[in-house]
T-cell receptor
Framework: DAGVTQSPTHLIKTRGQQVTLRCSPK?????VSWYQQALGQGPQFIFQ???????QRGNFPDRFSGHQFPNYSSELNVNALLLGDSALYLC??????????????FGPGTRLTVT | DQQVKQNSPSLSVQEGRISILNCDYT??????FLWYKKYPAEGPTFLIS?????DKNEDGRFTVFLNKSAKHLSLHIVPSQPGDSAVYFC??????????FGDGTTLTVKP
């Protein structure tokens, strides 16, 4: 049973460029959340997708957008990259549990470096 | 304003002894709390959780205690093993499904 997978593993971009990160949730999970983890800090919630719609959003600018597909996989898009966007981006999935789930299963993350 | 705080960046204990990791929160609306463990080059792994209606939850060597009046929770690991060495994150949330994380405590268990 595959867990949460993310691609790519590492990515280097230049300021001003755009990036797309991808996530496949654990089998049987239908909710996907994205987090940004800067060095030495805990994961910061970006947004959560359920039934192909953004259900919750953290304190991130509109440059951060996402999408969920019918197969529950998800993409995170970041436009107009800034140096401060350099971080580990984590995807987490949750099992169906009524409308909300507490426990999350994390992927290994995508390390984004903006130069 | 950081709503979940782990004030000890690191903790070192001897194998076989108890490890106690602490976490404080400010938002009284949080109704569930979780602990995650993270090894290098891996994503966080769920360890144990507790609902705000309880004050203790136990799972094998791991016990989480919640003190709502003090807005404080702790994770006890007994006995500690070298394989427990990792970064431990405390997280909290509401039934809306968004989790707020602390900055982590690096636990080192010495053989």
């Amino acid at each position: 049973d595959a867990g949460v997978t993310q691609s790519p593993t590492h990515l280097i971009k230049t300021r001003g460029q755009q990036v797309t990160l991808r996530c496949s949730p654990k089998s049987g999970h239908d909710t996907v959340s994205w987090y940004q983890q800067a060095l030495g800090q805990g994961p910061q919630f970006i947004f959560q997708y359920y039934e192909e719609e953004e259900r919750q959003r953290g304190n991130f600018p509109d440059r951060f957008s996402g999408h969920q597909f019918p197969n529950y996989s998800s993409e995170l898009n970041v436009n107009a990259l800034l140096l401060g966007d350099s971080a580990l981006y984590l995807c987490a999935s949750s099992p169906p549990s009524g409308s909300y789930s507490y426990e999350q299963y994390f992927g290994p993350g995508t390390r984004l470096t903006v130069t | 304003d950081q709503q979940v705080k782990q004030n000890s960046p690191s903790l070192s204990v001897q194998e076989g002894r108890i490890s106690i990791l602490n976490c404080d929160y400010t938002n009284s609306m949080f109704d569930y709390f979780l602990w995650y463990k993270k090894y290098p080059a891996e994503g966080p792994t769920f360890l144990i959780s507790i609902s705000s209606i309880k004050d203790k939850n136990e799972d094998g060597r791991f016990t989480v205690f919640l003190n709502k009046s003090a807005k404080h929770l702790s994770l006890h690991i007994v006995p500690s093993q070298p394989g427990d060495s990792a970064v431990y994150f405390c997280a909290a949330g509401t039934n809306a499904g968004k989790s707020t994380f602390g900055d982590g405590t690096t636990l080192t268990v010495k053989p």
